[in-house]
Structure formats: C-alpha cells, structure tokens
C-alpha cells in the first residue's frame, strides 16, 4: 500500500470518529496488543480484508503517537499470522512516518472461500462488523464451510511443458487403468488424457496434475518437489542428531515413492523384524507408507496455498531412520485414483 492510501485512511477514521469496517486503529504502545489476532481473523474472513493501523490513540480522536519499536511491531504481526491463526493469513506490512510519529500498518487479505473460517488457533473464528470483532455463530460457520470451493491449483497448465514431458510407459498404465471404466473405454487414448485432467484441451499442454503423476521428469519445473529420507543416528533426547546416510528422490510421484519406501525397507533394522513372530510384521512394514502419506498434501490441506511454491517440511523425528521434506503435490485435478 502506498502512504498516500495509509493517510486517506487515518483522515477518513479521524472523520468517522471510530474504526470502519475495513480499518482498524490501535494504539500499542505498550507493544502488539492481544486483541490484534481476533482483528486479523475478522479481516481474513472478511470480503476485501482490511487495514491495521497501529501507533493511533483512538481515545485523543486518533491522534499520532507512535510506536517504540517498528521493527519488533511487523515481526509480532508476521507470528501472529503464520501461528496464531488457522489457516495462516497472508499480509502486506509497512511503516509510516506521520505528524512525526512512526506507524506501523499491515494489510490483512481476504482467505479464498475455500479455507474459510480463519480461526484463531483452534478456537474461535471472526467477522466483522462496522467497526468491531465478533465470533461467528454456528449458522455463519456453516454458510462458510457450505461456501468452500475445491482448490483447483493443480488443474493449471505448467508453461514450458508439452506431451513429450510425460512418461510413455506411465502413460500407458494410467490409460489401462482407465480403460476399466466403461464410460472411459468409450475414448481414444489421448482424449483420455484430456478428459481425465492430465493434458490440456489443447491435448499438448501438461496440467500440473499430470506433470507431477506422469511427466518423466517434473523436478525439471519443480526442482523442490523432492523426497528427502535420512538414516540417523540413535542417541537420548536432546543429543544432537547425525544424519549417517541421506538420499533425495526425483521423478513422478508413483517412481519417488516407490523408490524411497524401498530405501525405507531396506534401512530398518533386521532386528526389528523380530516382531515379526508377535504377527506385528506387516504393520510395521506398513509405517513408511503411512508416514510418508501423512506428509503427502490434497487438496483440501493445501487448501491456502500452491505446494509447488512453498513446499512442506518436516523435521526428522525417528530413530533409528528419520524422514526430511517428503514434499509433494496433490494429484486431485486427476479425476481417477491412480498409483495408490
């Protein structure tokens, strides 16, 4: 925002003589105030967002009096909207010298309707209204979650990509899986491709659903969409952990995780298949699978933003093999299951 706008705002509330519906001004001069997190869930969950504005004194007609330490105001507004609310909230923040005092302002974005209601923690969600916060009631709740649309990110086209970036022999696995369908069976192969989400109308573009299920090498678009697997080594809590042995995986997401739960296998300790007499065998050759699937985003987790441009991470926590950054896309713009 510009400080031209900041300004318009701070004449029009000093007019109003209280907050709008789109601005709140607060003082905090003591430092962030508590209520700014209810005011940040409103504005998310609010049509346009809206402003905050802080070092006005609401009580002297909003008058300027600064903030003690500007930079210490934006990193408290930035924890607050990557950990206070759920989902996290995306903003704009700046300062502003004004009637020779420092004011610190953020712009609070609306959330797409689908990962609306923004709550606070796992608590309470906010709307607002005139000038002020107010939970919503359980009938606003459930117009919210009514109101949600199906992320559709993966269905976008990935530019620089064409059919020749698909795997032929993938390609062919998926169709023979989708010919089992009789309405499928009805299409050419390529027209299968269409109507199933992987290519373009156009029937030459990759979708990124279909890069990422199918293509031959999709890190060449999407070099963090990796798999990223450790043995470490064991030790008590709170030693430091040593990463003995660390492998990265590419390729299409069926060949990165059937390549990295055979590593997994093959990494777990003889000795702990000695469960394997107590009938424990399978579920514990079956903890990989759900580990990595637990890291593995659909649409509706990745619901606030696009995992190709900010991928998932997870901290290594297993001993004796730890796993970092299985990082992956959903595959949902693909309209049959594939590759389970």
Not at 193 to 210: F, I, S
Request: hydrophobic fraction near 35%; proline fraction near 7%.
């Amino acid at each position: 925002m510009t400080p031209e706008e900041i300004t318009a705002f701070i004449e029009d509330i000093r007019v109003e003589g209280s907050d709008l519906p789109e601005v709140e001004a607060k003082q905090a001069t003591g430092g962030l105030p508590q209520s700014i997190v209810s005011t940040m869930s409103a504005f998310a969950n609010t049509p346009g967002g809206g402003v905050l504005i802080l070092g006005l004194d609401e009580k002297a007609g909003y008058s300027a009096v600064g903030v003690s330490d500007a930079v210490a105001m934006q990193a408290g507004i930035a924890a607050k909207a990557r950990q206070a609310l759920n989902p996290p909230v995306q903003f704009d923040s700046g300062t502003l010298l004004f009637e020779g005092a420092t004011l610190v302002w953020a712009k609070i974005y609306e959330l797409p309707s689908s990962a609306k209601p923004c709550r606070v923690g796992n608590g309470s969600a906010y709307l607002r209204s005139y000038d002020g916060d107010y939970p919503l009631s359980s009938m606003e709740e459930q117009a919210f979650l009514a109101n949600r649309e199906t992320p559709m990110f993966d269905r976008r086209l990935v530019e620089g990509a064409t059919r020749t970036d698909l795997d032929d022999e993938l390609v062919r696995g998926y169709i023979e899986m989708c010919r089992r369908s009789d309405v499928l069976d009805r299409f050419e192969s390529e027209e299968i491709l269409v109507r199933t989400g992987v290519l373009d109308t156009d029937g030459h573009t990759p979708t990124l659903a279909g890069l990422l299920a199918l293509g031959r090498y999709p890190q060449q678009f999407f070099p963090n969409l990796v798999i990223q697997a450790s043995v470490t080594a064991g030790g008590r809590p709170g030693d430091e952990v040593r990463a003995l042995d660390t492998k990265k995986f590419e390729g299409p997401i069926p060949v990165m995780l059937d390549d990295a739960l055979r590593w997994v296998q093959r990494n777990i300790p003889e000795q702990a298949f000695a469960l394997a007499r107590t009938g424990m065998e399978l579920i514990l050759r079956n903890i990989p699978r759900k580990l990595f699937a637990s890291f593995c985003p659909t649409r509706s987790s990745t619901a606030t933003s696009d995992p190709t441009r900010s991928p998932r991470r997870s901290p290594s926590s297993c001993t004796p093999i730890g796993s970092c950054s299985p990082t992956r896309a959903a595959c949902g713009g693909l309209r049959r299951p594939s590759w389970g």
